[in-house]
C-alpha cells in the first residue's frame, strides 16, 4: 500500500464519563472494553449488557447490507462447485 493510501486510526471521545474499573467489575470485561463501548455511545451499565448479550433476534437484518445478496449468490455458487 502506498504511504499516499495509508489509513490511519481516528481515536473516538467518549461523551460520557463513566468509571471503567467499576464496569470492567460489573461486565466482567476489560476496562478497555468498557472505553470502547463509551465510545459507541453507550453510557450506562444497563446498555452495555444489552449490548454485550444480545441475542441474534436483537440484530439487524445482514440482508439489509448493501451487497450482500451478491456476497450470497457468491457463497451459493461456491458451494455448488
Sequence with gaps: ?????????QERKST?????????ARLGCAPLVCQLLTQRCI?????????LTASLSQLPDPMALSGMDKAVDRLVQAIEA
Aim: proline content about 7%; aromatic content about 12%.
Design 43 to 51: 453510557s450506562s451499565l444497563e446498555e452495555a449488557q444489552t449490548f
Design 16 to 24: 460520557e464519563a463513566v468509571d471503567l474499573p467499576q464496569w470492567s
Design 1 to 9: 500500500m502506498q504511504p499516499s493510501q495509508q489509513r490511519s486510526w
